[in-house]
């Protein structure tokens, strides 16, 4: 019973890598998520998805694409780090629908460091 | 868009104390209102939520109440234990285009000491 996992756990970047973080879930949820979370800002949501081949634009989508080629997976990428871009990242999933408990799971997080 | 604020961003209570944390919403169409507790290290998990058709729900030592009135809510843990020491996100869940998404609150940590 894994949930939601995310790999890898930790990373460190020089400026101007790239990288993708990867989010895997097991519940056959419908929507899916990846926030990242900076100290006194809470969790940001960077981009979503509602289903398998669709994203959307979260409150902080600059400097990350997305993509939703399986229903079970959501990638997180980064073209070209850059410092600003160090935090912690959080994948989440749930069910689809608004009579659903609506509970989001989230994964244990990636620890990104941009030098 | 929502806009959840969240306080106190630091909490400090003795064992066997009471702690509440407070937050408010800016969007009254909001209908959901789950609590989250992080631990060191770990990602945030659901502790307890309330709908906007409820004004209090409680499941043990913790409670939520909710004031759609004056659009806020708060979580109250009583007889408070070391393994409650956490840091705890409120959230408030809105109607936006074709997905309903969570807005969190900026944090509180909480710290029980003996």
């Known amino acids: 019973n894994a949930g939601v996992t995310q790999t890898p756990k930790f990373r460190v970047l020089k400026t101007g890598q790239s990288m993708t973080l990867l989010c895997a879930q097991d519940m056959n949820h419908e929507y899916m998520y990846w926030y990242r979370q900076d100290p006194g800002m809470g969790l940001r949501l960077i981009h979503y998805?509602?289903?398998?081949?669709?994203?959307a634009k979260g409150e902080v989508p600059d400097g990350y694409n997305v993509s939703r080629l399986k229903k079970q997976n959501f990638l997180l990428g980064l073209e070209s780090a850059a410092p600003s871009q160090t935090s912690v990242y959080f994948c989440a999933s749930r069910n689809k629908g608004l009579s659903s408990k609506n509970i989001q799971y989230f994964g244990a997080g990636t620890r990104l460091s941009v030098l | 868009g929502e806009n959840v604020e969240q306080h106190p961003s630091t909490l400090s209570v003795q064992e066997g104390d009471s702690a509440v944390i407070k937050c408010t919403y800016s969007d009254s169409a909001s209908n959901y209102f789950p609590w989250y507790k992080q631990e060191l290290g770990k990602g945030p998990q659901l502790i307890i939520d309330i709908r906007s058709n409820v004004g209090e729900k409680k499941d043990q030592r913790i409670a939520v109440t909710l004031n759609k009135t004056a659009k806020h809510f708060s979580l109250h843990i009583t007889e408070t234990q070391p393994e409650d020491s956490a840091v705890y996100f409120c959230?408030?869940?809105?109607?936006?285009?074709?997905?309903?998404?969570?807005?969190f609150g900026t944090g509180t940590r909480l710290q029980v000491t003996l």
């Open positions: 998805s509602v289903g398998e081949g669709t994203t």
């Open positions: 959230a408030a869940l809105g109607l936006t285009g074709t997905a309903s998404k969570l807005t």
